[in-house]
């Protein structure tokens, strides 16, 4: 079975930009939830468990029909989750350096100029999902919406990182002012964390 993945801090580790109340809530009840579902689902069908969940939503076709949606629902709910809580840490760089700046600094000019283009298109996301920076096939870096729990993996994109816009990573500390989580995100990126999710997706 699939493990779930451990937090790189306290849940009261983001204050004030979330509380420990919302990463308690987010981390124990949603992403768990997410993850037993998978499980679940897999071990109905004698899944071997042998490959990594990224691996699982490249070859979706290999997972009988009656299931597939649902495993690749949670599969990409697991992984966007996972990806989410490793790219903020208050401890961490909060603006890009090495490989990555120099990728950031080509694509958009500056990393102001990227942080400007990354929140407006969180801005922009209609209901669930998530704002994602990603390499696309180019290898170059991409700033793209998805909905719900959809993976990048699925559309040929490797993630960089994301945040979360599904209203219960922020309604116990915004409410309905989710352009002020959005903003303050980038007080609590970790890029160091980022720069090593570039580098290795690059190679």
């Known amino acids: 079975m699939y493990k779930a993945q451990k937090l790189n801090y306290e849940y009261d580790g983001l204050v004030p930009v979330l509380s420990g109340e919302t990463i308690f809530v987010h981390y124990e009840k949603h992403y768990k939830n997410y993850l037993n579902k998978l499980n679940n689902l ?96 180019d290898k170059k870096l991409q700033i793209i919406n998805m909905a719900n729990q959809d993976s990048p993996l699925s559309y040929g994109f490797i993630p960089i990182m994301n945040i979360d816009l599904w209203e219960h990573a922020y309604y116990l500390d915004y409410q309905n002012k989710r352009n002020e989580y959005i903003n303050n995100f980038f007080e609590i990126v970790s890029f160091d964390k980022i720069n090593e999710n570039y580098e290795k997706a690059f190679k």
């Open 42 to 137: 897999l071990e109905s069908i004698g899944y071997a468990f042998d490959d990594s969940i990224e691996n699982l939503i490249l070859n979706i076709d290999k997972i009988p029909m009656d299931i597939r949606d649902d495993v690749l629902y949670n599969a990409g709910a697991v992984l966007n989750h996972e990806l989410y809580f490793q790219n903020m840490n208050k401890k961490d760089n909060h603006k890009p350096t090495g490989s990555l700046k120099e990728a950031i600094d080509k694509e958009y000019g500056s990393f102001e100029n990227f942080k400007e283009q990354f929140i407006k298109e969180a801005s922009l996301l209609i209901g669930s999902g998530y704002t994602f920076l990603v390499l696309n096939k």
